[in-house]
């Protein structure tokens, strides 16, 4: 029998270790944060041999998507502010992927286009979702029934 003491027995290294990985798991907002994280994570491989992080890749996809837009409607769509945006536009365009054209009746007014060389990164927009949907080893029904989900809460969030 081992002697009784009033001292907490430790729990081994891989004990401590499981738990010490555990301990925010009943916190949804460790899950959210923790999963994007590693989501974001997953793009760099395939971004970063073209020199583009996340953010910027969010920016040139939304501009394929809706062509030259205000740099308002870039904001909206990729949830960046306005204090990250400014500085990723500028260093995309001093790369050649896009250009800033201020209106010549409103100079707060700017339309941000891409460039022949940012239409040229379209494959690279694309090879990095295929690479996502590898990675992530779901079935397109779970995919779309997870971005649903996701946009529900994003638009209950958004409208409270």
Request: with cysteine; proline share 8%.
């Amino acid at each position: 029998m081992l002697p009784s003491s009033p001292h907490r027995v430790r729990p081994r290294p891989q004990e401590r270790a499981m738990t010490e990985t555990r301990v925010l798991d009943d916190l949804l907002c460790f899950d959210l944060y923790s999963l994007s994280r590693t989501v974001t994570a997953l793009y760099r491989p395939v971004l970063e041999p073209h020199g583009l992080t996340y953010p910027q890749y969010l920016v040139l996809v939304t501009l394929t998507r809706l062509g030259p837009s205000p740099i308002g409607a870039i904001a909206r769509a990729t949830r960046l502010d306005h204090g990250t945006l400014t500085p990723l536009l500028r260093r995309l365009a001093d790369r050649g992927l896009m250009t800033l054209d201020r209106s010549p009746t409103d100079a707060r007014s700017v339309t941000v286009a891409l460039t022949p060389a940012g239409e040229a990164l379209k494959p690279v927009f694309r090879e990095a979702q295929c690479h996502l949907g590898e990675s992530l080893g779901l079935t397109e029904a779970q995919v779309r029934r997870l971005q649903s989900t996701l946009h529900q809460l994003a638009d209950h969030l958004d409208n409270d």
